[in-house]
């Protein structure tokens, strides 16, 4: 079985920081895509950013130069830095991957359950 298991969030204060983390683990073979994104209260899910299997990074449009990621093959995990956070940026932040596993290599995209992010003024 293949799961995705977030870390880190929290309350925060406006113009702080927070540190998420995202593990793999199962009977995985390759991992394509890792990313983050976020669903605000009563909004869509929307992306933060995903990087490639290469290490290339895409953002998403209103976090750009307010984050930093890290991603790790060896030990199949995505870190994500928020920094300066706002009261809007208060979401669930959601790790995805896709990747192939089992026996007969499928591959398939997979979600973990979410780690709250609050940020109060």
């Known amino acids: 079985q293949v799961e995705l298991v977030e870390s880190g969030g929290g309350s925060v204060l406006a113009g702080e920081s927070v540190s998420l983390s995202c593990e793999a683990s199962?009977?995985?073979?390759?991992?394509?895509?890792m990313g983050w994104y976020r669903q605000a209260p009563g909004k869509q899910r929307e992306l933060v950013a995903i990087?490639?299997?290469?290490?290339?990074?895409n953002f998403g449009r209103s976090v750009k130069g307010r984050i930093a990621t890290s991603r790790n093959d060896a030990e199949r995990t995505l870190s994500l830095h928020l920094n300066n956070l706002k009261p809007s940026k208060t979401a669930i932040y959601y790790c995805?991957?896709?990747?192939?596993?089992?026996?007969?290599?499928?591959?398939?995209?997979?979600w973990g359950q979410g780690t709250r992010v609050t940020v109060s003024s």
């Open positions: 995805s991957a896709q990747m192939y596993s089992g026996p007969l290599r499928r591959c398939g995209d997979y």
């Open positions: 199962g009977d995985i073979v390759k991992i394509n895509d």
């Open positions: 990087v490639g299997s290469e290490g290339a990074t």
